[in-house]
């Protein structure tokens, strides 16, 4: 009975340590934050495809449709050992069928706060046997981070309203990542008290609240929107000139460096060069 626990658990031991010790060679991503954890974990040359939108980086790479409607044939025909997904932004029922397809799926759960943006990061890191990198970039951005905020205590908090659609206007709720760019810059959503991630909003209720900042996220920036706000001339954003554009890869593709990267930038445009 001793020799069969003893075999058994060699046998463990030998399994454990081979899922672990698994390498990709010819991994798929279908999402931009995903393309981006890749390369700073150091995978590049093993990423075959990826989205539209995805940076391109320094490796050849084939470009397999857009973030929300991938083409499926295309994955099919590069093999993938592995397909990286995200739990909130790509297609579901594509998702799916690549699991029926018989190919291994990783799905990067949705982020609620930078801790979450941590998480999926380092079990990612740990698919790929890249652990120790992972953490040392982490503890980076967590340091980071709390040397912005130490350097924002002297200004007082202002109301900042996102805009991430424009027909429907659509805004963040507290159940986004998107919040904790509030806090570690010091301002305060005007929605921070709605239960939701994402949803459609009035320019009544936008002006009833009336936000000291207005931030508006586009995949394509266009300033033609700015100039349909400037005739709410009661609202502090436009009153005093606060309104920015930028572009929704630097705020919704997420990894903890760049989570930085972008509190770095959202600080800059709010307070001016104070970090």
């Known amino acids: 009975m001793k020799k069969f626990f003893y075999v058994a658990t060699i046998l463990c031991l030998l399994i454990n340590f081979t899922a672990y010790s698994k390498e990709y060679r010819q991994i ?4 931009p934050s995903v393309t981006k954890s890749l390369y700073e974990l150091g995978c590049e040359q093993f990423i075959k495809g990826i989205t539209t939108y995805c940076p ?3 490796t050849e790479k084939y470009i397999i449709g857009t973030f929300l409607d991938p083409d499926v044939e295309k994955i099919i ?7 990286i997904v995200t739990k909130d932004g790509n297609n579901k029922t594509v998702t799916e069928k690549l699991v029926q397809l018989g190919f291994e799926v990783h799905t990067v759960e949705a982020a609620e706060n930078f801790n979450d943006i941590c998480i999926n990061y380092h079990t990612l890191a740990n698919k790929l ?5 992972a953490k040392e970039q982490i503890e980076i951005a967590k340091c980071s981070l709390k040397t912005i905020y130490k350097k924002l205590n002297k200004f007082d908090k202002s109301k900042l309203f996102w805009e991430i659609g424009t027909h429907p206007l659509y805004t963040v709720g507290n159940k986004s990542f998107i919040n904790d760019y509030n806090y570690y810059t010091k301002t305060i959503n005007v929605y921070e008290d709605v239960n939701m991630r994402y949803f459609a909003v009035s320019i009544d209720d936008i002006v009833e609240r009336n936000p000291d900042i207005m931030v508006f996220v586009n995949i394509r920036p266009n300033t033609s929107e ?6 709410y ?3 502090e954003a436009v009153k005093n000139n606060k309104i920015f554009m930028l572009d929704s890869d630097d705020i919704f593709s997420s990894t903890p460096l760049t989570f930085v990267e972008s509190v770095k930038m959202l600080t800059k445009i709010i307070y001016g060069d104070v970090v």
């Open 28 to 31: 798929v991503s279908l999402a």
């Open 56 to 58: 391109k980086g320094t």
């Open 77 to 83: 025909l590069l093999d993938p050992d592995l397909i």
């Open 129 to 133: 046997n890249k652990i120790k990198i």
């Open 226 to 231: 700015i100039k349909n706000w400037n005739k």
């Open 233 to 235: 001339k009661n609202v």
